[in-house]
Every structure is written in structure tokens, then in C-alpha cells.
């Protein structure tokens, strides 16, 4: 089979019943624990999991505040759907938005002292959704190289530091 980057030919190799078995099972974790947790949010909270996300950055960031456009990479949301998270906790005053001093063309959420308190007091729910969704499940496994194979896997090929081959 053609490689479409290179011009030359490949040879795929079939997955293994494992391979194939971890493969499905990531691929349905990927969709099934997210939106666990949500719900497990909403029906405590009546938070999103997007909305813990973007309080928990922010109240991790210095002086409890960054440009949109870094909160939503941080979330890994479009910068629209960013948007529209920060104008539910702007309602709620839990985050303010400011003009950036930097660039007057970008504006920066800020973690107010109310969505600080309204983190600390989801933080519970969230963390007992972590130990029953994923943590309970992995008794037996290696968790620091489960993390890093993770870490790898969830990294985009571009950004992966390149080795050196001896060729």
C-alpha cells in the first residue's frame, strides 16, 4: 500500500486480538468517561465537566487568568465553544472577562473569587467521579507507565520530539 507522506510502499500489519481489544476498549472509554463525569457534574454541581475544566485551569494560571484562545487550547475546545463557557460562568459570576494590557484586540478570562469557591466546592464531585470512572478500574495496572503511554498516544504526531535514527 502507498504511504501518502513518503511515495513508497508499506506493509500494514493486522492487529493482534489484544492490539485490537485495546484499541476498541480506548476508542469507547474515549466517548463513555467524559460524558460520566459530566453527568456526574450536572446532577451534583449543575456544572459541566467543560465549565470544571476552564474554572480549573484558570484558577491554576498565574493570577487566575489567561487569554481566551490559551483557556480553550487548554481545553481543548474551539475558541468559539471557549466563548460560549465563559459567558455561562461570566452569568454565574464565577469568571470575568478583561481586555488583554498586551493586545487590545484579545481579551483574558479571569477566575473571580466566587468561581474559586464554586471549584473548591465541585472539586469533591469531581474527584470521586475520577476514582469511580477510571482510578477503581485499574488496580493492577502500572499507573505511571499507563500515564505516559497516554501522554504519547494523546500527543499530536507534530509535536512529539524527534529521535535520531542511526541512519
Known amino acids: 500500500m502507498p504511504d501518502a507522506s513518503s511515495g513508497q510502499e508499506t506493509t500494514l500489519r ?9 484499541a476498541r476498549a480506548i476508542g469507547r472509554a474515549i466517548m463513555v468517561v467524559p460524558r460520566a463525569m459530566d453527568a456526574d457534574l450536572m446532577r451534583e454541581q449543575r456544572l459541566t465537566l467543560n465549565e470544571y475544566a476552564a474554572l480549573l485551569h484558570l484558577s491554576e ?3 487566575r487568568k489567561l487569554r481566551m484562545s490559551e483557556l480553550a487550547a487548554a481545553c481543548d475546545v474551539s475558541l468559539s465553544g471557549m466563548t460560549r463557557i465563559v ?13 488583554c494590557t498586551e493586545d487590545a484586540r484579545g481579551s483574558n478570562a479571569v477566575l473571580t473569587k466566587a468561581g474559586l469557591t464554586r471549584l473548591e466546592r465541585a472539586y469533591p464531585t469531581h474527584l470521586a467521579s475520577i476514582r469511580r470512572h477510571i482510578i477503581d478500574h485499574l488496580a493492577e495496572i502500572d499507573l505511571a507507565r499507563l500515564a505516559e503511554a497516554m501522554r504519547r498516544f494523546a500527543t499530536p504526531t507534530e509535536d512529539r520530539p524527534r529521535t535520531r535514527r542511526g541512519y
Open 14 to 22: 493486522p492487529l493482534t486480538r489484544d492490539e485490537e481489544a485495546v
Open 61 to 63: 494560571a498565574p493570577d
Open 87 to 99: 459567558d455561562r460562568l461570566e452569568a454565574d459570576d464565577l469568571v470575568e472577562r478583561v481586555q
